[in-house]
């Protein structure tokens, strides 16, 4: 008999197939052991996979020798050694789940819930045990970009997080909590609500997932400070454009002014109790205005890495008074790398990278000689993407989880970002967040992990193996016109849409934006554009095949066609951008079939918006990165 093909996300550390089968049928028990508290969670969830093929066991803590027992849960580290681990044995008469703790438990059904949907009338007998290589693996959602999701859009997505081993979620908050002193700053954001983090939290440790609060304090802080009541407390009160694309409004908060710790003091004393982690992430990232405005002569005589690490300790100050362990991203002290040593002792840095061949080497290097607790974070490479970006997502994932690993990273935490309106659909990150579980929990078992398939079993539920290769090569369609990314952030087509105000104003002032940004959308050629949407027809084609068992089907399939469409649109308009020579200069007559398009685009994507998300942030992400390009295509 032929060994059984058997995927699971995560690969296992160590699996070995055994001779015959246990077959699976109905008035059977499931066996708690020890302790029925801890195991019961557990339990229920292997009595739903059990459900879904038909198969009825009740749970029991009495008779582990009667045969009548079909599964056996246990927790013992005497026989699983490594926190977080398990051991899962399938004989021909028992199912036994071993665990080292009851995450280990929890990790051990997900693979046998795993097995029950690829085998339900009768599961390989084999063997497996089973442990993390990063004992932290999280993923971070971007909430603060417009994109606020419904709680239970985050409930669904922590159930699917959790059955990837997935165990730390981080959701990235610039305006989008409900501080009660602070009304005007939230007002139209549609925010989480306390009584809805609790609720979250408690979800979360049921999963065996950590909710970590996450606030950014210093910089990324507009959403603040561009309201008169805060505007102050900024480095910049007049406002900057950082990013040369028109947006001038004061961006981080002045380190000199003793205002802003007293906000911040406020922010965490409501924030954090809503959270049972002992963790905060409190961010501190791009703090590009630091130094041009209120705190130039301090900075130039202290000089801008010690001002920013004596803020960063002030705010230490203040995690620690609540018994938290602060993160903070990275990237402003890796320009200091003498300051490395002097951060305050037991911060976790958090070093992000996003481009495929990102410096983790060096940067994790520099972290771990210091003595300085550190994860990696890499991306899904989703954002301005509309349909994302495959082969950078993987390089940079794997390249995340190999110097992590190398340099004693304590975490990996694959961030999901939403800049310039989050256009993207949540589905489109699937592939990410996949690769990450894997190579987070096992990076050598997962390294060549077979991702369209394991994306039809595990994400997208697809019995006609249709949308794990729709996904992963639409997320190629950056490569066709042959350019790629800038610093693998960017996907070019998508420029002209989301980046409204640079492109609009390109031709009278073609020095405004990013240089790489500039001269990458310069070097596209119409050739390439046609290409892409033709590329794009051809890989969409076989969606109406799809058969995805999830409940949320059809929104999955309209949420890839929308954003397939969108991006044909942007290939479109630079086409015809490129034929006028100038873009006031496009015929009327492709501006009303571009007008007419994309009135259907954006209809069929507030609909879609409002499916998962909440209301508040979809009329600013539409009328600021959509509604001008619709606006002109009716203009004279």
Same mark, same amino acid.
């Given at each position: 008999m032929s060994t059984p093909i058997v995927h699971l996300l995560p690969r296992p550390q160590r699996m070995v197939h055994l001779e015959g089968?246990?077959?699976?049928?109905?008035?059977?028990?499931?066996?708690?052991?020890?302790?029925?508290?801890?195991?019961?969670?557990?339990?229920?969830?292997?009595?739903?996979?059990?459900?879904?093929?038909?198969?009825?066991?009740?749970?029991?803590?009495?008779?582990?020798?009667?045969?009548?027992?079909?599964?056996?849960?246990?927790?013992?580290?005497?026989?699983?050694?490594?926190?977080?681990?398990?051991?899962?044995?399938?004989?021909?008469?028992?199912?036994?789940?071993?665990?080292?703790?009851?995450?280990?438990?929890?990790?051990?059904?997900?693979?046998?819930?795993?097995?029950?949907?690829?085998?339900?009338?009768?599961?390989?007998?084999?063997?497996?045990?089973?442990?993390?290589?990063?004992?932290?693996?999280?993923?971070?959602?971007?909430?603060?970009?417009?994109?606020?999701?419904?709680?239970?859009?985050?409930?669904?997505?922590?159930?699917?997080?959790?059955?990837?081993?997935?165990?730390?979620?981080?959701?990235?908050?610039?305006?989008?909590?409900?501080?009660?002193?602070?009304?005007?700053?939230?007002?139209?954001?549609?925010?989480?609500?306390?009584?809805?983090?609790?609720?979250?939290?408690?979800?979360?440790?049921?999963?065996?997932v950590e909710l970590v609060p996450n606030q950014n304090s210093f910089g990324h802080f507009h959403r603040w400070l561009k309201h008169e009541k805060y505007r102050h407390l900024a480095e910049v009160p007049e406002g900057i454009d950082l990013w040369g694309l028109g947006d001038n409004e004061p961006f981080s908060l002045c380190p000199g002014d003793p205002g802003s710790l007293a906000l911040l003091r406020d922010l965490y004393a409501e924030l954090l109790p809503h959270f049972t982690s002992r963790q905060f992430n409190v961010g501190c990232d791009e703090t590009f205005d630091l130094g041009k405005g209120r705190s130039r002569q301090a900075c130039e005589e202290r000089g801008t890495g010690r001002v920013y690490l004596d803020f960063l300790t002030e705010i230490h100050r203040l995690v620690r008074a609540h018994g938290r362990t602060m993160q903070f991203w990275g990237d402003i002290i890796l320009h200091y790398p003498e300051l490395i040593p002097a951060l305050p002792p037991g911060v976790i840095a958090l070093n992000w990278g996003y481009g495929a061949n990102h410096p983790f080497a060096t940067e994790c290097a520099r972290f771990a000689a210091a003595g300085v607790p550190f994860y990696v974070c890499p991306s899904t490479a989703t954002w301005n993407s509309l349909v994302g970006r495959t082969d950078n997502a993987r390089a940079n994932l794997l390249n995340a989880a190999e110097n992590g690993i190398a340099h004693g990273a304590i975490g990996y935490l694959n961030t999901d970002w939403g800049d310039n309106g989050h256009p993207q659909y949540l589905p489109v990150s699937?592939?990410?967040?996949?690769?990450? =579980?894997? *190579? !987070?929990? @096992?990076?050598? %078992?997962?390294? $060549?992990?077979? +991702?369209?398939?394991?994306?039809?079993?595990?994400?997208?539920?697809?019995?006609?193996?249709?949308?794990?290769?729709?996904?992963?090569?639409?997320?190629?369609?950056?490569?066709?016109?042959?350019?790629?990314?800038?610093?693998?952030?960017?996907?070019?087509?998508?420029?002209?849409?989301?980046?409204?105000?640079?492109?609009?104003?390109?031709?009278?002032?073609?020095?405004?934006?990013?240089?790489?940004?500039?001269?990458?959308?310069?070097?596209?050629?119409?050739?390439?554009?046609?290409?892409?949407?033709?590329?794009?027809?051809?890989?969409? =084609?076989? *969606? !109406?095949? @799809?058969?995805? %068992?999830?409940? $949320?089907?059809? +929104?999955?399939?309209?949420?890839?066609?929308?954003?397939?469409?969108?991006?044909?649109?942007?290939?479109?308009?630079?086409?015809?951008?490129?034929?006028?020579?100038?873009?006031?200069?496009?015929?009327?007559?492709?501006?009303a079939e571009l007008a007419a398009d994309l009135?259907?685009?954006?209809?069929?994507?507030?609909?879609?918006?409002?499916?998962?998300?909440?209301?508040?942030?979809?009329?600013?992400?539409?009328?600021?990165?959509?509604?001008p390009w619709l606006d002109f295509y009716r203009s004279r």
């Open positions: 089968t246990f077959p699976l049928a109905s008035n059977r028990f499931i066996l708690i052991r020890d302790d029925p508290g801890l195991a019961l969670f557990s339990a229920r969830r292997l009595q739903t996979a059990l459900a879904e093929g038909g198969i009825r066991w009740e749970l029991t803590a009495f008779g582990e020798e009667d045969p009548r027992v079909g599964a056996a849960l246990l927790i013992d580290p005497a026989q699983v050694a490594r926190p977080q681990g398990y051991r899962l044995e399938i004989s021909p008469n028992q199912i036994r789940v071993t665990g080292h703790d009851t995450a280990g438990l929890f990790y051990g059904v997900a693979t046998l819930g795993q097995l029950l949907r690829q085998f339900p009338q009768a599961l390989p007998c084999l063997r497996i045990d089973d442990w993390p290589d990063f004992p932290q693996r999280g993923v971070m959602l971007d909430i603060s970009r417009n994109k606020v999701p419904t709680l239970e859009t985050l409930y669904d997505l922590v159930d699917l997080l959790a059955g990837w081993k997935v165990n730390q979620l981080q959701l990235y908050m610039e305006h989008t909590f409900a501080y009660r002193d602070h009304e005007v700053v939230w007002a139209n954001a549609s925010p989480l609500t306390g009584d809805e983090v609790l609720a979250l939290d408690a979800w979360c440790r049921q999963r065996c699937f592939l990410g967040f996949a690769y990450g =579980a894997g *190579l !987070s929990w @096992a990076l050598e %078992a997962n390294r $060549d992990l077979d +991702l369209p398939r394991v994306l039809d079993l595990f994400a997208f539920r697809d019995e006609a193996g249709v949308m794990g290769r729709l996904a992963y090569d639409l997320g190629n369609a950056y490569r066709v016109w042959g350019v790629g990314g800038v610093e693998g952030s960017i996907s070019v087509p998508a420029v002209p849409l989301l980046f409204t105000n640079w492109a609009m104003q390109s031709e009278a002032q073609p020095e405004r934006g990013p240089e790489g940004l500039r001269r990458a959308f310069n070097a596209v050629s119409a050739d390439g554009l046609q290409r892409t949407v033709e590329y794009i027809e051809e890989v969409m =084609a076989p *969606l !109406s095949q @799809a058969r995805m %068992a999830r409940p $949320d089907a059809a +929104l999955i399939a309209d949420e890839f066609r929308n954003g397939a469409a969108w991006l044909s649109h942007a290939c479109r308009l630079r086409i015809a951008w490129l034929q006028a020579a100038r873009l006031k200069e496009i015929p009327a007559s492709v501006r009135e259907g685009i954006i209809a069929e994507h507030r609909r879609l918006w409002l499916a998962r998300n909440r209301p508040g942030g979809l009329a600013e992400s539409v009328g600021k990165w959509l509604q």
